[in-house]
């Protein structure tokens, strides 16, 4: 089971956006169109939210997978502590923060 705490929830409210696209495909007022087109900043705003959470998971990912093969090159090769790479690397990962909490901090 994942620990639901570290899941990032979403900041958009799908459903809202989903109602005011249609509500401008179906009456085709200039207020229904104009409120969906007001969307277009949450929406970018959201999508650039989740680039950065994308590369970020990417990064750590990374980082991790390279320790794990610099961690098995050194078992390869009999050092005395092939574990150390691991381990480096597990004591720089931080938790993750969001981006709203790491802005206000």
Do not use: K
């Amino acid at each position: 089971m994942t620990d639901e705490t570290h899941i990032p929830r979403p900041t958009l409210d799908r459903e809202a956006v989903t109602a005011h696209l249609n509500a401008a495909y179906g009456r085709m007022t200039p207020v229904a169109i104009w409120t969906a087109v007001a969307d277009i900043p949450v929406l970018l705003a959201e999508n650039e939210r989740l680039v950065h959470l994308l590369a970020r998971t990417r990064w750590d990912f990374a980082d991790l997978l390279a320790a794990a093969r610099a961690t098995l090159g050194a078992d390869h090769d009999g050092e005395a502590d092939p574990l150390a790479y691991l381990r480096d690397a597990v004591a720089e990962h931080r938790p993750w923060e969001s981006p709203d909490t790491a802005e206000s901090a």
